[in-house]
């Protein structure tokens, strides 16, 4: 028996260095994979428009040229859709820590009449699938009268269903000593939320920040059917009008792969410094279920 | 779900429901009514622009406007017309003037989107009889016509010369055009590109004598031999390779193709003087009409109208917003700036005095057919234009039984 | 469920550690003001922008409203369920029109799904192999396609699809032309059958073309994606499966090594391994992967809008673009708001087949 099992690891080990060999090539030809279309969009940018058609592939740009990105200033809005980009995400970010929060906080540990039928509904809200809210929303923000305005680019994504799930999985998890404590000690419900509950969800709050960040940079059909001003366009929007729209005629490549990456760039860095919280939030996906 | 769940949420839905009824300031039901704005006015106007240079011509019309007058006009070129537009119309406050794409104009006057304000202006019917129909709806002319352009064929001179061709070859039938384009194929050169949508192709069909709808715009008249005739003749080139699709040779459209120099020929539109001017300036071509089919010459002429909304709080000021970018000395001018051609036919001498090389541009405006002016045909034109980028290998008969059979469903025939 | 379970705690808690029946009441009520009140703001967003628009839409897709003006005065024409009816019984472009999204989606969907997780699974086990390093590099590289916003990727892959761009150039170095990918409307399946002899593309059997239900054919049916929507696929592909693997990864960290360390010594070989240790315990992961999955897949739009309107040929047409376009192009709002409701019903009744089908197979998850 022992003989048959130092064989088996003998053959293990040597079956284990042709595996680290291939699992290693397989991980660095899907890195490439993965990551050189990013290269390539650098890359291009960086291109005179006949370098690009003539040498897609090639990550060098030569000549190197900002044709592209000077183009980008003049011809387009872009600083106008960056500051609105900016002005939307932070106002749907903060407003959306804050109600999340407070309604979370409210479904985990608040009895009141209805929480049930509150909780059905955000529920049945998850359920919802984005796309089948866009005529209905332009039709909501119509009746309103706020279509084409700053207030419909941005209360409409001030709260959302999966935060405010995430924030009560997060504050059940919370030990209800803590609160019976600071209770009997005379705070108010609010004070409790506030300055003891609130501070010991750092982790949930900050997944809960990133994921809403990334979420309405990115966001692209709300803003179809909320605005159609050229002023009130987001870097998505304007994107996406870049490349589709009358401006798009021509395939002017550098042009429009700069304006994407500028478009990228914000949520790359955050990305990077904030790995952790992002990855964190995808697995949040794995509890929603 | 428990029961009281239930009454929970039916009740927050039915509260929901009352909130927004009560709410509902955003709809104007009664444009008529629109309070017409005293004071100085703030026209907002919309353009589908070709371009830098014609967003830039109209800014300057309307500031000297906006001068002279003492009011305010800003002009915002459209990203995608129909769909701002489109949104436009359904909210509260569209734009107080606009172009109007000549195959959407049913569709807006249908719904009462547009004001018919075309008697006001002076001198309204000095425009050119087919483009006034064009924007006559229910036997009411709605808006007057802004410029129009035709399609003429035009040609790359170097490529023709390098195909051992010269001016006594320029084609003027279907024949002739098919032995031309053998020969330039056969010195290595692609003959023609031409963009694959009706708004091309469609001259063909002119050219063979037939048409989309009757004249009168009332039936559809898609599967006729005529138009099977002409679909056939494209087709051929298609396969023979006389003539390719844009997207073929890696170009968005066929002004840039031909600007490329990817083909001797192509089929476009007077806009393509702007586009060739700013992008491909060292381009050499001359403008011929289009050669004649069977039943004679044919063209497709394209127009937009100057649209006033039905919801305009200033609509006196519109009027004259609109007088004074039709007269013939501005008309002239948007000709100089970006290569349209004036609407009005007392500007015709001036014009080809001006642009004697776009003669055969003019020229067209005779037999031009203009786009079909239906209501809810733009999704039927959609669905043939689908079928016509597979027109090399697809069946003409099939594309155009179904064309007939979706066009008479459209008109309701 | 634990909702409920928590509700009941508490009570008995409360009613323990609060005492008499008076102060129990009105200690009571102001936390229920307090709920109410911190439910109060994210309610009223949700419920106005997403339960009202629901409900206004329900009531638009049994009219025939145009756009103009207010959808609930009396002028608006009322057509029951006409709107619904014309999308599967009525011929007429309507039908054809949203048949054809359905084909295209539903392939998409066929081919997307299983590759991505296929992909995310495959890529998870490699990372996760005890005996690699860079683990985080890795993850990092995978993942971050998923965070850059979709318009942006958009652009990208025009340009790299486009005719003489990245792809066709790599292709070329192997001596394989590329097609036109953004214009070439021919569908994969029709392509295999042509190449393997069975029927021919240009001209296909008279039987399968002659009829077919719902208003398209039998060959139309049997397109598969075409070869513009195959680059579209590449795309999501690419940019999904990053989130995938995370989550799979995750629920790979959870397999007690031990377990397969048993196992090993058992004498089990990797596939057995693979079929008896891991997939068990990455069930729920796997369902969730593709539940998610098939609801995504289902709603594609943003990179249909940016990169090709439906085009070549309708066959990147997709119920979702095909809701949005009818309503904001043709002005037929009606019949936009029906195809919506359609395709949300589709999603629902996947997403419970799914549920029962995975919970038959091997108990409760």
């Known amino acids: 028996m022992t003989g048959a099992h130092v064989r088996a690891v003998r053959k293990g080990q040597a079956r284990t260095i042709a595996g680290s060999f291939a699992g290693y090539a397989v991980l660095v030809f899907f890195s490439l994979v993965f990551l050189y279309p990013f290269v390539i969009q650098v890359a291009n940018s960086f291109k005179t428009e006949p370098d690009a058609a003539a040498n897609p592939i090639s990550p060098i740009p030569s000549p190197v040229t900002l044709d592209g990105y000077e183009k980008i200033f003049q011809a387009t809005d872009l600083p106008t859709w960056l500051g609105n980009s900016i002005l939307v995400t932070v106002l749907v970010t903060v407003g959306r820590i804050f109600f999340d929060s407070l309604a979370g906080y409210a479904l985990a540990r608040l009895r009141f009449r209805g929480r049930g039928a509150v909780f059905a509904t955000v529920i049945a809200v998850l359920a919802v699938p984005g796309v089948v809210l866009l005529i209905p929303k332009f039709l909501v923000l119509n009746q309103f009268g706020i279509y084409n305005s700053y207030t419909a680019l941005i209360v409409p994504l001030l709260a959302d269903a999966a935060g405010v799930f995430i924030m009560k999985q997060f504050f059940e998890s919370i030990p209800v000593s803590v609160e019976e404590a600071a209770r009997i000690d005379g705070a108010g419900t609010f004070r409790i939320f506030w300055s003891v509950v609130l501070p010991m969800a750092r982790p949930a709050l900050i997944t809960l920040t990133i994921l809403s960040f990334q979420g309405s940079w990115n966001e692209l059909p709300h803003t179809l059917v909320a605005v159609q001003d050229p002023e009130l366009f987001t870097l998505p929007r304007g994107v996406a009008e870049l490349v589709t729209g009358s401006l798009g005629s021509g395939t002017q490549y550098p042009l429009k792969l700069g304006a994407a990456l500028l478009a990228t760039i914000p949520v790359a860095i955050i990305f990077v410094i904030f790995q952790r919280y992002f990855i964190r939030g995808a697995n949040e996906g794995v509890d929603k279920g | ?413 | 469920m634990a909702d409920a379970t928590l509700t009941r705690g508490r009570l008995t808690g409360a009613r323990g550690a609060r005492g008499t029946g008076g102060r129990r009441r009105s200690v009571r009520s102001a936390e229920n003001l307090a709920g109410w009140l911190f439910v109060a703001p994210a309610l009223v967003i949700i419920g106005l922008f997403v339960l009202l628009p629901i409900l206004m839409a329900l009531w638009v897709s049994i009219t025939a409203w145009n756009g103009q003006g207010s959808p609930f005065t009396g002028s608006v024409e009322v057509v029951g369920l006409e709107n619904y009816t014309r999308l599967f019984t009525e011929e007429g472009l309507a039908r054809q029109d949203f048949m054809t999204s359905l084909r295209n989606n539903a392939y998409y969907v066929l081919v997307v799904v299983p590759l991505q997780t296929a992909l995310a699974l495959g890529l998870a086990m490699v990372v996760n192999a005890r005996l690699l390093k860079g683990k985080t590099f890795f993850r990092t590289a995978f993942y971050f396609p998923s965070v850059t916003s979709s318009v942006a990727i958009s652009v990208v892959f025009l340009f790299i699809f486009a005719n003489s761009g990245v792809v066709n150039g790599l292709l070329a170095m192997f001596g394989v032309q590329g097609p036109m990918w953004f214009s070439d409307s021919r569908g994969v399946l029709h392509l295999l059958l042509d190449g393997i002899g069975l029927a021919d593309i240009d001209d296909p059997p008279a039987m399968l073309t002659e009829s077919g239900p719902f208003g398209l054919s039998w060959w139309e049916w049997l397109s598969g994606p075409s070869v513009a929507m195959c680059s579209i696929i590449v795309l999501n592909v690419w940019t999904t499966s990053g989130t995938f693997m995370l989550m799979f990864l995750a629920a790979l960290q959870n397999v007690p090594v031990s377990l397969e360390e048993a196992a090993m010594l058992d004498g089990a070989n990797r596939w057995q391994r693979f079929r008896n240790v891991t997939l068990p315990a990455l069930r729920s992961t796997m369902f969730l992967v593709l539940t998610l999955g098939v609801i995504g897949t289902w709603q594609v739009f943003d990179q249909i809008y940016v990169m090709s309107q439906g085009n070549p040929a309708k066959t990147t047409l997709t119920p979702a673009y095909l809701s949005y376009r009818t309503a904001f192009r043709d002005f037929d709002y009606g019949s936009g708001a029906a195809i919506s409701f359609v395709l949300f019903l589709i999603i629902v009744v996947l997403t419970l087949g799914q549920r029962l089908l995975l919970r038959e197979r091997g108990g409760r998850s």
């Open chain 2, 1 to 413: 779900m428990t029961r009281r769940t239930t009454t929970a949420l039916a009740a927050a839905a039915a509260a929901c429901a009352l909130l927004a009824a009560g709410c509902g300031s955003g709809f104007e039901d009664n444009p008529a009514s629109t309070p017409q704005s005293s004071g100085p006015a703030k026209l907002q106007i919309l353009i589908g622009s070709s371009g830098e240079a014609e967003t830039k011509a109209v800014q300057d019309a309307a500031a000297a406007w906006a001068k002279a007058t003492g009011n305010s006009a800003t002009v915002i070129p459209a990203q995608d017309m129909s769909q701002q537009l489109g949104q436009a119309f359904a909210g509260d406050s569209p734009p107080d003037v606009f172009y109007v794409e000549a195959g959407r104009f049913a569709d807006y006057a249908s719904v009462g989107a547009l004001e018919p304000y075309a008697s006001k202006i002076s001198d309204s019917e000095g425009f050119y009889e087919s483009l006034r129909n064009t924007f006559t709806f229910n036997g009411t002319y709605y808006c007057v016509p802004k410029d129009f352009s035709t399609l003429g064929l035009v040609i790359n001179t170097e490529l023709w010369k390098k195909a051992g061709l010269t001016e006594d070859d320029v084609p003027t039938t279907w024949e002739e055009f098919t032995s031309v384009a053998k020969k330039i194929k056969d010195a290595g050169i692609t003959p023609l590109v031409v963009a694959d949508t009706r708004d091309r192709l469609g001259a063909f069909m002119k050219q063979a004598g037939g048409w989309i709808t009757s004249p009168d715009g009332k039936q559809a008249t898609a599967d006729s031999p005529q138009n099977l005739q002409a679909l056939e003749y494209v087709q051929s080139l298609l396969k023979d390779g006389l003539a390719v699709y844009p997207s073929a040779v890696d170009a968005g459209w066929g002004g840039e193709a031909f600007g490329k120099e990817k083909a001797a020929m192509t089929i476009e539109g007077n806009w393509i003087k702007g586009a060739m001017k700013a992008d491909f300036p060292d381009v050499k071509y001359t403008v011929h009409e289009l050669p004649a089919g069977p039943a004679g010459k044919g063209t497709l002429s394209f127009t937009n109208c100057w649209g006033i909304a039905a919801k305009s709080k200033y609509k006196e000021q519109a009027i004259s917003f609109v007088e004074a970018m039709t007269t013939v000395d501005q008309q002239m001018a948007f000709a100089k700036a970006f290569g349209v051609m004036p609407s009005r036919t007392a500007a015709a001498d001036a014009y080809s005095k001006e642009f004697p090389e776009d003669a055969a541009f003019l020229k067209g405006a005779e037999y031009a057919q203009g786009p079909v002016n239906a209501p809810k045909m733009e999704s039927v034109l959609v669905d043939f234009d689908t079928a016509l980028q597979k027109l090399k290998d697809g069946d003409p008969k099939q594309i155009l039984s179904r064309l007939q059979e979706n066009t008479k469903a459209a008109l309701g025939g």
